[in-house]
């Protein structure tokens, strides 16, 4: 499998870290992520979370756009500079970051969500 498919829930540890769900690590180590990009998602209190590809998409978008238009400004901003990066230890946990909990209200469980070419998390 190669997609991010179902969802479940898991929760935060007294160090702020919460395992990635073991399918979506699957997904991670098949398509060779190293790390992780998490943006905010625009319509909900949710991180969209993905490989460089998730970033990619976006700048695909952007180059669409005149770059002298707000529009471009805005979405490169949003995009380069309003997301973080987000490392798996060895363990398969990653941290969630004061930007991450502030967006989502995240605070005990995160709820990871399956969107097929990248995956979000939720409170």
Not at 64 to 88: I, R, V, W, Y
Not at 97 to 118: L, P
Request: include cysteine.
């Amino acid at each position: 499998m190669d997609r991010f498919l179902s969802n479940t829930v898991s929760r935060i540890d007294a160090k702020g870290r919460v395992s990635v769900p073991a399918h979506f690590r699957a997904v991670v180590q098949k398509r060779g992520y190293s790390e992780l990009y998490a943006l905010r998602c625009l319509d909900l209190p949710a991180m969209d979370v993905g490989g460089l590809d998730l970033l990619d998409r976006y700048e695909q978008r952007i180059a669409q756009e005149d770059p002298f238009l707000q529009t471009a400004d805005d979405m490169s901003f949003f995009c380069h500079g309003d997301g973080t990066f987000l490392k798996l230890d060895q363990d398969g946990r990653i941290t969630m970051t004061d930007f991450i909990r502030e967006h989502t209200g995240i605070s005990a469980e995160v709820a990871f969500v399956g969107r097929g070419n990248f995956f979000q998390i939720w409170e």
